[in-house]
């Protein structure tokens, strides 16, 4: 597209992970809903942490592990997030830029440590989150620099976001921005516990500021408080611009004006680790849009890499996602 | 054995490992030797760091991720090394005492950061490694007790804490303590830059205050300056107690007195990482003796540990050593 320099500039909670191997019973024993995220305060975090057995430290966030994604596919990504000027934060940071992600927001100076999710992945692979906003709660609308969101294709923005207070406005000036520009503004509903934080504005933005919107199954019957995905499927047909459901095992349901797309889900040899499965399905969809790709080869590479990122540790893809779509005629 | 609290008590540097994939042009570049421990300054670390690719983050350390087999193999470790009260002393703190050993080393308040190593690992399996010493540096002949020394069946210590100067005077008086309550005192030679740097030193002191020795076969060729495996075999039968020698994919050569035994590697089906190889085959065979087992099966135990650590990322075992060996009949 003329005049943009980035692909897809995602703002999003910048984070980094704490993963650890645990069983049900530690989850049920710390009250923990599995599958899902919780926002845990410094206390209950030192609490958790000292809880858990050893973790391995990775660089997350959702929509920052989207735009690695965007990287690893080829495209030039961008992210928008607050650390703090930690050990944690130049962790944070090294990692996104060193894949060639501009990420250029300032750094906490004060306040807050850096964000961590302290993820405890399951013997099944399913992984629940526990997340210390930190520095994160920091980010605010100087962050956002409209001549920089003018320059995305596409701008990305995590339903995480809404719990930080002041981010939540630096999401909706940005999406200003991007429109203003004639960009197209994204977003994913993030968790069905989000959803049920935030459903009303949520249901509002979706009609008005979002192009595309990403949920899957149990966040988007929670955004129409329905129990069938086919009748929250009918509600997202019509109060969303395009709609992409994905459904784990059972792939993924795109939905734009009358159309309806639907792409399997691929077999995976050995299911690790479930972390960042939506964030990379986001990647390779969003990716294919800025290619000017078929919906139904953008949601074939969002299987595809959401496919690489369960079969390891960690929410960011190990192998080019630029080869993998290769091999397979993508 | 009575009166003693710990099976092995391990002291050395207190490192937080960066592991990042890359390939061996990047080695060359960047003057790296492979496969070797290179000390680097905190300006080095910094220009490497921004070099690399994304990285994640594990605790490590050799004598730590010895300690840590120890404990997987349902033995009861100590450590003493020094860290500072940063993010990444924290992450070392944590995850040495989840998984049941005993870390009480204060770390610092003040002076250089916890001590980092970034690991390159290339496709073969095999890492280099840059060691940024930081608090580690710091460790001293005050943090260590002899109450607490003596309650150790066997004291294990790193060839690498030769490199903080003070830490050699902390390592002197360890073994003093520990011959002084009747215990053994084990010693790993680390690498063979390390045994170079040290070679005269490391040469007296096996003769006089070490009773186990761990190498591998570029240490102790590179300790009695030879070039052939055997003729360093053969120095070593003369000026050791025990010595126990790694060879990689040849298994391992254990001498003691007149005697010699050979236990071969096992085969792994993917060899991802070999961090640390030399420290996880040292917690087999010092959990081995701590049981009273023979020399072969402590040689066994060994090959068995390392072969656990090498077919992943991260230098500390994922799963129990102590079901593997049992499924080993060990």
């Not at 968790?191 to 049920?196: H, I, L, P, R, S």
């Not at 979002?210 to 086919?230: C, G, K, P, Q, R």
């Not at 499927?233 to 309806?260: F, H, M, P, W, Y």
């Amino acid at each position: 597209m003329t005049g943009t320099n980035f692909d897809v500039l995602g703002i999003g909670n910048a984070i980094v992970d704490v993963l650890s191997r645990t069983d049900d019973a530690f989850l049920a024993a710390n009250g923990l809903a599995k599958g899902s995220m919780a926002l845990i305060d410094d206390d209950q975090a030192v609490t958790l942490y000292a809880k858990m057995g050893p973790g391995v430290e990775i660089s997350g966030g959702s929509a920052a592990n989207t735009i690695a994604g965007i990287s690893s596919f080829g495209g030039k990504g961008a992210f928008i997030g607050k650390v703090r000027n930690d050990q944690l934060g130049d962790v944070f940071a090294h990692d996104i830029r060193s894949i060639g992600v501009d990420f250029s927001t300032a750094a906490a100076t004060s306040g807050p440590q850096t964000a961590r999710c302290l993820v405890l992945v399951t013997p099944d692979g399913e992984r629940t989150m526990n997340t210390f906003l930190g520095a994160s709660q920091n980010l605010s609308v100087d962050d956002i620099e409209e001549n920089q969101i003018a320059r995305a294709h596409t701008l990305y923005l995590e339903g995480y976001l809404w719990d930080p207070a002041q981010a939540k406005e630096a999401f909706l000036k940005a999406a200003k921005f991007a429109h203003k520009a004639g960009r197209q503004v994204a977003l994913t509903l993030s968790d069905a516990f989000c959803v049920d934080r935030y459903r009303d504005e949520f249901r509002n933005l979706l009609k008005q500021d979002v192009d595309i919107l990403f949920a899957n199954e149990a966040e988007i019957t929670s955004l129409y408080e329905v129990s069938d995905f086919e009748e929250a499927a009918k509600q997202a047909q019509i109060e969303c611009k395009l709609a992409v459901l994905t459904r784990s095992e059972k792939g993924c349901v795109i939905l734009k004006d009358n159309e309806r797309h639907e792409v399997p889900a691929l077999k995976v040899d050995e299911l690790v680790d479930t972390t960042g499965a939506g964030d990379l399905f986001a990647s390779g969809f969003l990716f294919g849009l800025t290619q000017e790709r078929s919906l139904t080869d953008c949601g074939r590479l969002g299987v595809l890499a959401a496919s690489e990122v369960i079969s390891h540790i960690g929410a960011r893809p190990e192998t080019s996602l630029n080869d993998l779509a290769k091999s397979h005629g993508l």
